[in-house]
């Protein structure tokens, strides 16, 4: 016959005949059992339940917030962590015209330099985690005309325009046989749900197309003379997740 464990007593240590009882009991236990069954411990005062069924998601007090204490974390959450930080690095090493004028006309990115957590297929940036990323882009504008024209650059998630990231950027006239030249850099932190995918828009009212002169996104090769430099891409964009 099982013997039902006590609470361990709350006499004095020097009440020796309860603590000899309740010392006996134990040994009786033991020596029918060889161990103590679950059900016979007394939790009393205690907010544990069976440790053989607690699930993690019951756990109690496992917040955390000081030191050595632990958080749950949410799956998104954990991905983060496992996956790291994502971020893309992309570029354009070609020219990039503008069919026609006033018309948003996606940017063309030809070049992945880096990337994790996101992909670029028809110049859409797909970003696989969610998160808050910060956004830069910048684009070499030139102006081919002999009057200053202006381009207008924005974001959109989805194929919708995202509010309050439109910048405007007057590009210089033609000063002889030189072109007017501009670069358009702007940052932006954007809150993505996963699989959300960004593309960069732009539209000039003048544009350069073959018949009429006027602005365009322009590359140039590395040169060695007069002196050496790297190429400079038409566009390019970073994405990097901040949190």
Known sequence: MAIQLPPIPNNPITDAFVWRDWF?????ILVQNAAIA????????????????RQHNALQDMQGGFTNQYYHLTLAQYNSLVTGLSYGAY????????????TPTVVVFNTTDY???I?????????????VYN????????????AEHAATVWLRKNGTDIVGTASKFDVPKKHGSSDGYLIAAVN??????AGQYLELVIAADQVENGV?????????????TPYAHPSIPSSVITITQVA
Do not use: C, H, M
């Open 135 to 146: 956004v830069q882009y910048s684009l070499q504008l030139a102006n081919t005309d002999a």
């Open 91 to 102: 570029q354009n090493n070609a020219d990039q015209n503008l069919a026609t004028a006033n």
């Open 119 to 131: 992909s670029r297929a028809s110049n859409q940036l797909t970003i696989a985690n969610a998160g």
């Open 212 to 224: 009429t002169d006027g602005i365009y996104i322009e590359a140039y090769p590395a040169q060695t």
């Open 38 to 53: 679950w059900s016979s411990l007394n939790f009393t005062g205690s907010n544990l339940l069976d440790i053989e069924t």
């Open 115 to 117: 990337q994790k957590n």
């Open 188 to 193: 932006f932190y954007v809150d993505v749900t």
């Open 24 to 28: 006996f009991k134990v040994s009786q």
